[in-house]
């Protein structure tokens, strides 16, 4: 089986990490550039990324290993040379996009991707904010075509530490809108602002990792604007700092719906699979109710980006 050794490029940017964060919350304490900083709020976020890290070094290897079983079976080798990294990357950043729409629109997955948008602040110590419990989402079979075309699994791995240091900067207010073009091709920290909000035009919108294209071509794109500034958070706020509330609340609210007393099998089955929000008895909201909402309190804004047309139904 080959084995292959390349840089952990997220762990080399972790002094970096560290520096952006104290610049950028000298420059909000300092009143010299847009943002918010709650310390308790921050604290939570490091202690998330700190088990994040401790959660990859323990279970990481499970999806590793499972890859490199796949590697086995690959139809080809593609190598090492450079134009294989570059469309590694390429193909592993539409393979984030694609997990990334499904973590926002499959309640099993959102239930590991939700506490990284459970900050009602938005700076870059949110970037950190991740999960702990993503292996068991089994959203690492999204690299098995990857792998099966001839991408070994360090390359992906590799590639995608790039991937995961981008998004990393665009995580903060301080930065406004960057250049027409810049904005076009990349994930910016407008656009990620948009991902973090909760305002109704804004839910499931700009998935992108590192490339914004494939939510343009998807339709899933939705420009930031100035006159409807994005609220963080998420619909239904949790109210704690504490750590594991973060990392397993929803874990937790996911499996008493699925176990209420009374339901059927195919209701049961539709709490772990159904969008955020979805309920038996239609009691609670989804992104598309929320919307659908918005847009009768507000029927100037029908059919724009993000909002559907006036009278359009939510869908199932």
């Known amino acids: 089986m080959d084995d292959h050794n390349f840089p952990q490029v997220t762990q080399l940017a972790i002094p970096f990490f560290v520096t952006a964060i104290l610049i950028e919350l000298w420059l909000v304490r300092t009143g010299r550039?847009?943002?918010?900083?709650?310390?308790?709020?921050?604290?939570?976020?490091l202690m998330m990324g700190t088990g994040n890290v401790v959660a990859g070094l323990l279970l990481g290897v499970v999806s590793y290993w499972a890859l490199?079983?796949?590697?086995?079976?690959?139809?080809?080798?593609?190598?090492?040379?450079?134009?294989?990294?570059?469309?590694?990357?390429l193909l592993d950043d539409l393979r984030y996009y694609v997990y990334h729409r499904?973590?926002?629109?499959?309640?099993?997955?959102?239930?590991?991707?939700?506490?990284?948008?459970?900050?009602?602040?938005?700076?870059?110590?949110?970037?950190?904010?991740?999960?702990?419990?993503?292996?068991?989402?089994?959203?690492?079979?999204l690299e098995a075509p990857l792998v099966l075309v001839g991408f070994h699994p360090a390359v992906i791995a590799f590639v995608f530490g790039f991937n995961l240091v981008w998004q990393f900067w665009i995580h903060t207010e301080t930065i406004g809108k960057l250049w027409g073009w810049f904005e076009f091709i990349f994930n910016t920290p407008s656009h990620h602002r948009v991902h973090h909000a909760t305002n109704s035009?804004?839910?499931?919108?700009?998935?992108?990792?590192?490339?914004?294209?494939?939510?343009?071509?998807?339709?899933?794109?939705?420009?930031?604007?100035?006159?409807?500034?994005?609220?963080?958070?998420?619909?239904?706020?949790?109210?704690?700092?504490n750590p594991l509330k973060?990392?397993?609340?929803?874990w937790i609210g996911m499996f008493e719906d699925a176990l209420t007393p009374g339901l059927t099998l195919s209701q049961r089955l539709n709490y772990l699979i159904q969008p955020p929000g979805w309920s038996h008895d239609g009691s609670r909201d989804t992104s598309e109710t929320l919307k659908a909402a918005y847009v009768r309190r507000n029927p100037?804004?029908?059919?724009?980006?993000?909002?559907?047309?006036?009278?359009?139904?939510?869908a199932e």
Do not use: C
């Not at 294209?213 to 994005?230: K, N, S």
């Not at 100037?300 to 939510?314: F, R, V």
């Open 33 to 45: 550039a847009k943002g918010s900083f709650e310390t308790r709020d921050t604290l939570a976020s």
């Open 68 to 89: 490199l079983r796949l590697w086995q079976f690959r139809f080809f080798n593609l190598g090492l040379s450079i134009w294989v990294f570059v469309a590694a990357f």
């Open 102 to 141: 499904i973590a926002h629109r499959v309640r099993w997955v959102w239930a590991e991707h939700v506490n990284h948008h459970s900050s009602q602040h938005y700076n870059l110590s949110t970037a950190l904010r991740q999960s702990w419990t993503g292996l068991f989402t089994f959203m690492f079979v």
């Open 201 to 241: 035009r804004y839910l499931d919108a700009n998935f992108a990792g590192t490339l914004i294209i494939w939510d343009r071509m998807f339709g899933t794109f939705v420009e930031e604007l100035e006159a409807d500034r994005p609220r963080y958070g998420i619909v239904k706020n949790i109210g704690t700092f």
């Open 246 to 250: 973060v990392a397993f609340h929803e």
């Open 300 to 314: 100037g804004e029908a059919g724009k980006p993000g909002l559907p047309a006036a009278g359009a139904e939510p």
